[in-house]
């Protein structure tokens, strides 16, 4: 079990950092321009700055349970990568909906 929550642990904080990084990187002008739908921009930057949240949340208090004698550690850990999920699946349906094709919502670099 303890393995398990390591593993969990270090891929939410890499995955946390990774996802902290390109909310930052969604902040400068540059970035914001080469966007063509803005619905699919305000999606992916709700996916990046929840998500950091969401992943130490589930992680401190999955280590708590643990700590408690709990049983339900691992769905808590999960729970952060539930989230990736129906964000990803969210943005796919505004990218679709703007223009009816996926994957469309951000121009070429030029």
Not at 40 to 64: D, N, Q, R, T
Request: glycine share 6%.
């Amino acid at each position: 079990m303890i393995v398990i929550l390591w593993a969990f642990t270090l891929f939410h904080l890499a995955v946390g950092l990774a996802s902290l990084g390109l909310a930052l990187r969604l902040l400068t002008p540059v970035e914001r321009s080469h966007w063509r739908s803005r619905s699919a921009l305000l999606v992916a930057e709700f996916l990046c700055w929840i998500y950091p949240i969401a992943a130490f949340v589930a992680v401190k208090s999955a280590w708590a349970a643990h700590a408690a004698g709990q049983h339900y550690a691992i769905p808590m850990l999960i729970s952060p990568i539930l989230w990736l999920v129906l964000m990803g699946l969210l943005f796919a349906i505004v990218d679709f909906a703007e223009d009816g094709v996926l994957g469309n919502a951000r121009k070429a670099a030029p």
